[in-house]
């Protein structure tokens, strides 16, 4: 049984679309450039708890709903055997309004508050995030590096024993291709720069790829642990 959830969530819509949610705030996808407001609504008939999602449009009309079930087991075994769920995994369809067009969906509670950042302009941090990560997709370098707060620490190589401090753009420009490989370029690709979680040392990109401070800057570049994210280390950023 589910009677509130303690942070957001996480997932995908089809297994193909990441998002990030927040009860009766909003949800994002990783290409979102804004959060799109949502109505969520609770019930519980007995032990089993639904949840009803309403999408709405530019207008506040609803455009599209989530209609899901709290699991008590979750079915894609991110919990250990025998554990039981409350408000952890939501399972069920997202059905667009317009066209009946319905995909299956999955959500994972994050545990941790997502979208508030503590400070006065959330809007500022979530343009710096889309701008920073569509600077990498797209290898725009000179806004990648314009938009880091120097001196930094970054990891060569994807190798954490290969630790080098950079104390300004064109130092960055010279080992460019030594962080910004492959894998971690696709990481951040799949990241969504919206509703994204925050602790006093600044806003997480995803599960740590990258680091903002609270005023958009990038500060931390974690291009290692890329198939281990839950590493205490990746919830602070290096030094």
Known sequence: VCDSPRGGFVGSI????????????????????????????????????????????????????????????????????????????VTGRWKRLKDGRSMPFYLIESGWPMGSYGGDDNGKIDAAAIRFRRAVINRDRRTVVSSIRYPITVFLDGNRKHQKKIKGSRDLIGVYDRIFLPRYVKKIREDIPLLMFSNSHGIVLGDGEVWFDFDGRVIALNSVDLDNPSLLERLLPPH
């Open 14 to 89: 089809d297994d193909k679309y990441p998002i990030a949610l927040v009860m009766n705030e909003g949800y994002a996808y990783n290409t979102s450039d804004h959060v799109i407001p949502i109505k969520s609504e609770i019930t519980t008939v007995g032990q089993v708890s639904k949840v009803r999602i309403t999408e709405l449009d530019e207008k506040g009309m609803p455009a599209a709903v989530f209609e899901g079930t709290f699991q008590d087991i979750d079915p894609r075994g991110h919990f250990p055997a025998g554990a039981k769920l409350s408000c952890e995994v």
